[in-house]
């Protein structure tokens, strides 16, 4: 009888551990406000009513639905007290953070990439903070690619760069900067528990073969290696 409850005891617990949400988080650490715009592929629902001001050090922290969502997180900058009228971040040119989630199905598993083929407007990091396994690099930019943007590819005042694609990877290897470009890592996350986004991170700790991109990274990068694994 108490082995049967013991039993019981441990098939809840397993059950309740593989329904519960991933949760985005999304960390402020620019020197000034940022306003995320997370927008759900067609089809999905909206999981922030993108209204939130994000002061230096701030936090957001969002839920996923419980099986599937896939979408884009940005930053906006420059934005007025009802978020519109954004310098930066509401379209392109603007750094942007590709995200899928599949929570209960699929070993609770999740993608997640970050992309500059839109152009570059912040610096993005992301990574899983409580991976069940799998191999779980952090992945993005942390350069202000503004400060050596190529003149004529200067936008919004020199607040945004459009690129092109070969500068843009020089300095950010770990991120996509084209449609069909991919990042140097594997990537195989499951059950991440939280996704962070952080913007302004000083530096990037990613995992597994990251250390061959690393060697080939400039060294204000400060790339360092870590491997999140069961």
Known sequence: MARAIVLAALLLAATASS???TTLTIHNLCPHPVWPLVTPNSGLPSISDNTARLDPNALLTLSFPPTFWAGRVAARTGCDAAA???WTGASPPATVV???VHDGT???QAAYSVSLSDGFNAPVVVSPQAAGGGQCPALGCPVDLN???PPQQRAAEGAACRGPPEYFKS?????RTTPTDVEP???SCRAPGELKVVFCQATIV????AAAAEAEAEAEMAIRTVVADS
């Open 19 to 21: 329904t519960t949400a």
């Open 84 to 86: 519109s009228g954004c």
């Open 98 to 100: 590709q995200v899928t």
């Open 106 to 108: 699929n070993q609770d």
């Open 147 to 149: 400060c050596d943007c």
């Open 171 to 175: 300095r950010c290897p770990l991120t």
């Open 185 to 187: 890592v594997p990537q």
């Open 206 to 209: 990613t995992g597994g073969v």
